[in-house]
Each structure stands twice: as C-alpha cells, then as structure tokens.
C-alpha cells in the first residue's frame, strides 16, 4: 500500500516525500507545478502532474494505485496574496480539498493528514499558543485553513474520514544533504531573503518594523525545521494507521527569535555581513507567535531533531549558498 503526497513537489511536501522514502515506504506525488518543482521530487516517488481540483486526475490516482492514507500539501500559502486575491485561496484551498474528499470517499480512502497552519489563531492572546487557543485568523490564508480543518470535521461525522491537522509555525531550513531546500517565486519568507543576500542575489534585507512590544522591537517567531515537520507527517500517518481519532496539533519549537536574532545568526553561520535596514510594518504581522508542542510530543512521540536556530540557519545555507536560482538552476 502507498502513501499518496498531493503538493509533494512544495517546500515542506518535498521533503516529507524524502522522510517517507528514507522510511522505507511507497510513494505516490501528485502536484499541479504551479507552485511546485519537478526537480524537488524524489527520484523514488511516483510522481503525476495532477490538480486537486480536476476530479477526474484524482480518480484516475486512486484507481491505478493502491492508497492506503494521504498527506495534503497541495495550497496556496501566501498570506499578503490571500489579501488581495481571496478568491484564489477559497477556489484552491477549499474547492480543492472538497473535490479531494470527494474522490478518497468513492474509493474508499479514509485517512487524511494535512498542512494547517498558526495562522488560524491569528493574534494570540496568550503565548506559547496551545491548540485549544480561539481561531480567530487575520488574513484569508490563515481563513481557508482554518475552514478545511472545519470541512474535515463535518465529512468526518457525516462518512467516518479520520484527519490530523498538523498547525506549523515558521517552517524554514532545508534536507540536510542540501539536495533540496526552500524555493518560493517570489521569495517573501525571512530565511531565504536573509540567505539571498548572503549568497548575492539581493543586497540587503529589509525589517518590518522595530517597534513592535518585543525585546528588540522586530517580531518574534517560533522556527521549526522542514525535517521535523516532515517527521511529524509520518508520525501522523502511523497515528492515524493505528486507528487514532482526529486531532490537531501543533507543530514548534516553542522558543521565539525576533527578526534581529534571525539575522545576528545568520551573519554567524555565513560569515557575511549582510546588512539590514529597517523598514515599515507589514500589514498583518502578530508580534509574537510561539507554539506549545506539548501535544504533539504527547500523543505522537514527535521530538524536534534540528531545534537550534544555528543548525536551522547551517542547512539552509546549504542549500542558498549551492542554489543561488533554487531549482531554475537545475
Ligand atoms: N520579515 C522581515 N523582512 C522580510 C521578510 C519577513 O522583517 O523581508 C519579518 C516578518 O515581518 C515577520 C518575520 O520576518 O515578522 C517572519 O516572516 P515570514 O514571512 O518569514 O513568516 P510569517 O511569520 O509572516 O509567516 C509564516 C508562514 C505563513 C503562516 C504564518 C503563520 O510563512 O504561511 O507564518 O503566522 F501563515
């Protein structure tokens, strides 16, 4: 029996694919490429250029293969175009994934882990954040999220589905062989636009704000390493395998660093001055986002393995500093 990875060529569906790979299982990709890179994909994988909203692709999957459970990656996760574009997200994000249950439930598929987000909580108010918080998101990505995890509850009443939501933080760093990393187009994440001025594609990075409530002024976020994301995803599959009940956690380090700590430590790992100037606020940026992982580690066993935000910093630059153009390299 396969796992199938829909949006397995992203960012953090990439490298679940090569956790699962490197766990011995087998592996089915589907992902449009809109977003995604064919080059990301393992070379083990089963891979089929397919759109979660075409349910006639996702018949023709579930069909050929042999599906034991699936692992949803496939979204849009761009929080200022969700803004502008909310259409888009809710087109996506939500008929997507409607279309999606659709077909697991005509063949018989009844296990979904899939890719929730900290921006269903919106602005906390309390930290660290633990699941049961208030939802009360500030942007329309964090909307739609918010509004699959609802879907999944209600198809799960209505027809017996079983769904984890794994709620990431800041997801960031890369396969610590460097054969992967993060690649957006355009880049708007901290990491990568930090490293891009290390490597020489940009000049310098701008600080959305400095006078937030926080130490230094610059937000602050909780990091968590794509790997360990990744580990979470198995540990997901297995729970949801073993007969576990729906749930959702979160997925942190539970430590937070402020934008001027992220670039100190970047300046450390790289070795490069990479200067900074501050900037306005962007809209819609909580000052403060930290995870309690106390569940995850509870009901899961999930243990960050890459928690350090120097050894986050060391692989993605593994990364940034051999892809300069990210996969248009390849
Ligand atoms: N930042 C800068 N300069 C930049 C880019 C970012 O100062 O050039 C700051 C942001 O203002 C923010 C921090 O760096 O304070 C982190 O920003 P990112 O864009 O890397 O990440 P976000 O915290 O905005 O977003 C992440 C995910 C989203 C998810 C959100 C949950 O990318 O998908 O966490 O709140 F929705």
């Known amino acids: 029996m396969a796992i199938l990875v829909l949006g397995g060529a992203g960012y953090i569906g990439s490298h679940t694919v090569y956790e699962l790979v490197e766990a011995g299982r087998d592996v089915v990709v589907a992902d449009n490429l809109v977003t995604g890179f064919r080059a990301a994909v393992h070379p083990k994988a089963r891979f089929y250029q397919a759109d979660i909203r075409d349910r006639a692709a996702m018949d023709a999957i579930f069909e050929r293969e042999s599906i034991e459970g699936v692992v949803h990656f496939a979204a849009f996760s761009q929080v200022g175009e969700s803004m502008s574009n909310p259409l888009k997200y809710y087109e996506n994000n939500l008929s997507g994934t409607c279309q999606l249950l659709q077909s697991m439930a005509a063949h018989g598929v009844d296990k979904i882990v899939f890719s929730s987000t900290a921006a269903t909580y919106g602005e906390p108010e309390q930290v660290p954040i633990v699941e049961s918080a208030p939802t009360c998101p500030t942007n329309c990505y964090g909307e739609t999220k918010l509004a699959m995890e609802h879907m999944m509850r209600w198809v799960s009443q209505a027809n017996g589905l079983r769904y984890v939501a794994l709620r990431y933080f800041n997801a960031c760093g890369a396969h610590p062989s460097g054969v992967i990393g993060e690649a957006h187009n355009p880049e708007s994440h901290l990491i990568p636009i930090i490293l891009q001025v290390a490597n020489g594609t ?94 995850a580690m509870d009901v899961l066993g999930w243990k960050p393995e890459y928690a350090a935000l120097d050894t986050i910093l060391s692989t993605a630059w593994k990364w940034h500093s051999t892809h300069p153009d990210g996969y248009g390299a390849e």
Do not use: M, W
């Open 202 to 295: 940009r000049k310098q990075i701008s600080i959305f704000g400095d006078d937030y409530p926080t130490r230094d002024g610059t937000c602050v976020r909780d990091y968590i390493h794509v790997t360990d994301l990744a580990q979470a995803h198995i540990l997901a599959l297995d729970y949801l395998l073993a007969g576990g009940e729906n749930n959702v956690f979160n997925l942190g380090n539970g430590v937070g660093f402020t934008v001027k700590e992220v670039i100190d430590a970047a300046r450390r790992v790289t070795g490069h001055p990479i200067p900074a100037v501050v900037s306005p606020r962007r809209a819609g940026d909580p000052a403060q986002l930290i995870a309690s992982s106390q569940k």
